[in-house]
């Protein structure tokens, strides 16, 4: 008789979870005899005093600190290799506190694995780089502060940096996983509309793709269905006010969760199609895009994964739905209202995002991102998503992508006809 695969979990860091969460901040640098911070977090937040509490915090302890704010949208190697890595060897920081979205932790990210090593940080992305390899230079720790419930790397292994070009790569390894995470869900009460509804997006996104990955195990699935629990209580309600402080906390776990799963089991094509929709002549935020191509993804995922869908559609619809009963359509039909009742990517079709199916096409087919992933997933026995998925396979769900998000503006633009 067969044994089970072995399998591979845990969280190898400390963290907080919950209103006033950012109050343990001191007693971590006391308790880690930290003495010297670098604050990395956005300009907005620092100019309108979102930080100020946490720089108040930081002055108190009696540490002293540097603040590094040039921080893009979509994180790049420049102001940081120009900018922050400097500035971090100059003074030698005992510790890395990250405030802020995914932008900002993933900027404190590259920051860290590059910081001491003296070589540049795309010297570290996933085709170079295995994420448990030892590095031959020491890495600092790093406390994460999110002000998203979105990305979950507060609590991952993974940064998306872009280079020189604007190509969005992937560094993936132990030593930029946060040694502490404070998530505190009174930091979310400020997100505008749509960036509460892209990063929340995000989160839901990434809690149903661990779940269909085939790398994924108890662990990880435990995590992804109690992530869609969440979701499916909160996200709308959360969206449409970020402050109420019952579904702030409950997408501030959501995101944790699946944060933890996408660590170890990691995602599937939804996030490798969105890599390309990022950048020109796109540049459509993540979690839009993300919102956008999940139909698309689910009905191409549907027939090799019902079972993990049914459960997926039971968790989010908090319903106990027979599988007999239960058809893909249905998970379809759910995140398609979603986007509607999110206005996800502003309720535009991709086409009126630059999409033309010709030249846009070829240029995402070229984008690294993904032909690492169809390298590694299209040969037979080898995929780690639902279905194997090549460069064929791979064109066909962005054409149905277009026609879903036609669909969307169109039905969007019926309901502003009939106010």
């Known amino acids: 008789m067969s044994r089970n695969a072995m399998i591979e979990f845990g969280i190898p860091q400390r963290l907080y979870q919950g209103s006033g969460s950012i109050k343990k901040l001191p007693e971590i640098l006391a308790l880690e005899k930290w003495t010297r911070v670098m604050l ?13 509490p946490i720089e108040s915090m930081i002055k108190d302890s ?11 949208p979509n994180p790049e190697i420049g102001p940081i290799e120009e900018e922050a890595l400097p500035a ?32 540049p940080i795309l010297d570290f992305t996933i085709d170079k780089l295995a994420q448990h390899d030892r590095l031959p230079h020491k890495t600092p720790p790093m406390i994460a502060i999110p002000t998203t419930a979105g990305t979950g790397s507060e609590v991952g292994a993974n940064a998306v940096i872009g280079d020189e070009n604007g190509l ?3 560094i993936r390894h132990d030593a930029i996983v946060p040694a502490y995470a404070l998530l505190d869900p009174d930091l979310l009460a400020g997100l505008p509309f749509s960036v509460a509804a892209a990063t929340a997006m995000d989160t839901f996104v990434q809690a149903l793709e661990t779940l269909t990955n085939q790398n994924a195990n108890d ?76 139909p ?27 599988f007999s009963d239960f058809e893909v359509q249905q998970l379809i039909d759910w ?50 998503y639902p279905r194997r998925t090549g460069d064929a396979e791979y064109r066909k769900i962005i054409e149905r992508v277009a026609i879903y998000s036609k669909a969307q503006a169109e039905a969007a633009k019926a309901r502003l006809s009939e106010i």
């Open 296 to 322: 698309a993804v689910i009905e191409y995922n549907g027939l090799a994964c019902k079972d993990l869908y049914h459960q997926a559609y039971d968790a989010l619809t908090g319903g106990h739905t027979a």
């Open 335 to 384: 995140c398609v209202a979603l986007n509607g009742d999110l206005h996800i990517a502003k309720d535009k079709s991709f086409e009126e995002w630059g999409y033309d199916g010709k030249e846009t096409l070829e240029l995402m087919m070229r984008h690294p991102i993904m032909k690492i992933a169809i390298a590694l997933n299209e040969p037979q026995g080898q995929t780690e």
């Open 168 to 170: 969005k790569l992937v």
């Open 62 to 72: 009696g540490a002293e600190y540097i603040v590094f704010t040039h921080i893009k």
């Open 219 to 294: 662990f990880t699935r435990t995590c992804s269905l109690r992530s869609l629990e969440l979701v499916g209580e909160a996200i709308r309600s959360f969206v449409a006010d970020p402050s109420h402080p019952v579904y702030a906390d409950k997408m501030s776990r959501a995101c944790m969760w699946a944060g933890f799963s996408l660590g170890l089991a990691g995602i599937g094509q939804d996030h490798v199609i969105t890599h390309p929709m990022g950048e020109a002549p796109f540049d459509l935020p993540h979690g839009d895009a993300c919102g956008m191509v999940l």
């Open 40 to 52: 990395v977090c956005g300009p907005t937040l620092y100019k309108t005093g979102v930080i100020a």
């Open 88 to 119: 971090f060897r100059e003074f030698a920081p005992d510790v890395i506190i990250a405030v802020g979205g995914g932008s900002t932790l993933d900027t404190a990210k590259g920051i860290v694995i590059s910081g001491d090593s003296g070589r």
